[in-house]
Nanobody
Framework: QLVESGGGRVQPGGSLRLACAAS????????MGWFRQAPGKEREFVAY????????YYADSVKGRFTISGDNAENTVYLQMNSLKPEDTAEYYC???????????????WGQGTQVTVSS
């Protein structure tokens, strides 16, 4: 089970940190990803981290602004979002995959989502 938190409303240029608490198997055996979906748009990849592969990967649209990280002791994955823009407004989803992938269809487990709104 994956449970996201930390969404909210923020002004352009602001920051938010999303958290994804994982229950069951420790998240480090999976690739943990963040995706987002804005109204009327398809779900898109944001970032993933793979502890087994020792890598992180970001969408070009968030590279340099967002950082994905994990806390093994808490079994929690974070998405630190800085320099937020109105186009970052979306529902953000945490997901887990047995593959190292940026494709949503390769993710087997999904959280319920948390809303991020960037607006002045």
């Amino acid at each position: 089970q994956l449970v996201e938190s930390g969404g909210g409303r923020v002004q352009p240029g602001g920051s938010l940190r999303l958290a994804c608490a994982a229950s069951g198997r420790a998240f480090r055996v999976y690739t943990m990803g963040w995706f987002r979906q804005a109204p009327g748009k398809e779900r898109e990849f944001v970032a993933y981290m793979s502890s087994s592969a020792g890598r992180t990967y970001y969408a070009d649209s968030v590279k340099g602004r967002f950082t994905i990280s994990g806390d093994n002791a808490e079994n929690t994955v974070y998405l630190q979002m800085n320099s937020l823009k109105p186009e970052d407004t979306a529902e953000y989803y945490c997901a887990a995959s047995g593959a190292v992938s940026a494709y949503s269809y390769e993710y087997d487990y999904w959280g319920q989502g948390t809303q991020v709104t960037v607006s002045s």
